[in-house]
T-cell receptor, first 114, second 115 residues
Framework: KAGVTQTPRYLIKTRGQQVTLSCSPI?????VSWYQQTPGQGLQFLFE???????NKGNFPGRFSGRQFSNSRSEMNVSTLELGDSALYLC?????????????FGPGTRLTVL | AQSVTQLGSHVSVSEGALVLLRCNYS??????LFWYVQYPNQGLQLLLK??????LVKGINGFEAEFKKSETSFHLTKPSAHMSDAAEYFC?????????????FGRGTSLIVHP
């Protein structure tokens, strides 16, 4: 079974631009979560989608948004990029999110904002 | 509310020595607990998880962890370190029934293995 894939793997943008990251979950998984990982803040939860609906949201500004398609693929968008948005963005999928379910992580997208 | 504290941002051991990575948690409901490993330029990989069954949990690559409710701890151990174990390790907690089940991650512990 193929793992979680994320595209692109690396991205360089300038301040003020917007960016869209993509995540394809493991086949059959309906839950997709997004995380931001930085040296200063560690791993922080962005949001979770389940069956095309945002089920949970972390404490991030409205510039961060996402969506999930009927095939469970998910995208996240960051508008008006700031230098502080430079991070590794990780996507994780699971069959469902009830605490005990194992999350399978993708390799991440490394975003650099100049 | 839930939180995780990983004691020691860096742990250094010699190859063949015992590995002990510490994790303490707080949770208002019975927790689910996880250890993940992250190699450079990769995502997180689950090592093991505790979901209220056996308190001693065995994971991949020879790692195990013991859930101690009285100490609110879930320390990760491995009897004999290998060079390939050098990586970043994350402890995470999510709340079970009645909780939010959104996982909270610790800040991570970098394991350094010396030959």
């Amino acid at each position: 079974k193929a793992g979680v894939t994320q595209t692109p793997r690396y991205l360089i943008k300038t301040r003020g631009q917007q960016v869209t990251l993509s995540c394809s979950p493991i086949s059959g998984h309906r839950s997709v979560s997004w995380y931001q990982q930085t040296p200063g803040q560690g791993l922080q939860f962005l949001f979770e989608y389940f069956s095309e609906t945002q089920r949970n949201k972390g404490n991030f500004p409205g510039r961060f948004s996402g969506r999930q398609f009927s095939n469970s693929r998910s995208e996240m968008n960051v508008s008006t990029l700031e230098l502080g948005d430079s991070a590794l963005y990780l996507c994780a999928s699971s069959s469902d999110r009830k605490g005990a379910d194992t999350q399978y992580f993708g390799p991440g997208t490394r975003l650099t904002v100049l | 509310a839930q939180s995780v504290t990983q004691l020691g941002s860096h742990v250094s051991v010699s190859e063949g020595a015992l590995v002990l990575l510490r994790c303490n948690y707080s949770s208002s409901v019975p927790p689910y607990l996880f250890w993940y490993v992250q190699y450079p330029n990769q995502g997180l990989q689950l090592l093991l998880k505790y979901t209220s069954a056996a308190t001693l949990v065995k994971g991949i690559n020879g790692f195990e962890a013991e859930f101690k409710k009285s100490e609110t701890s879930f320390h990760l151990t491995k009897p004999s370190a290998h060079m390939s174990d050098a990586a970043e390790y994350f402890c995470a907690v999510s709340e079970g029934s009645g909780g939010s089940y959104i996982p909270t991650f610790g800040r991570g512990t970098s394991l350094i293995v010396h030959p």
